[in-house]
């Protein structure tokens, strides 16, 4: 059983900065694609970046420059650096994993299959 838990959300000023963490456990592994999703109260669930099992990554238009995701090496933790916060990046941030290996990482929530707990980070 793959567990999945974020942490480092919190309440910062517009401009500011935070590092998220996802801390993967059970049977994981370094090949599976890892994802950062968002989602804003009313609105649907938000790919933000993805990061493949080479280290390839990818991200939506609305964080690029702003967001960095990471992996460690051993591929057990995820993690998302945010920087330029503004309000409109105010949500929920969850963490996924794709058990599928497959070879291009998606970017759409239906294509993942292990999600954490979320952890809100709120701008103002």
């Known amino acids: 059983h793959v567990q999945l838990v974020e942490s480092g959300g919190g309440s910062v000023q517009d401009g500011g900065s935070l590092r998220l963490s996802c801390a993967a456990s059970?049977?994981?592994?370094?090949?599976?694609?890892m994802g950062w999703f968002r989602q804003i109260s009313g609105k649907e669930r938000e790919g933000l970046a993805t990061i493949d099992s080479r280290g390839i990554t990818a991200y939506a238009d609305s964080v690029k420059g702003r967001f960095t995701i990471s992996r460690d090496n051993s591929g057990s933790t995820l993690y998302l650096e945010i920087n330029s916060l503004k309000p409109e990046d105010t949500g929920m941030y969850y963490c996924a994993a794709d058990s599928s290996s497959r070879w291009s990482c998606g970017n759409t929530s239906t294509e993942y299959n292990y999600w954490g707990q979320g952890t809100q980070v709120t701008v103002s």
């Open positions: 059970g049977r994981t592994y370094s090949k599976w694609c």
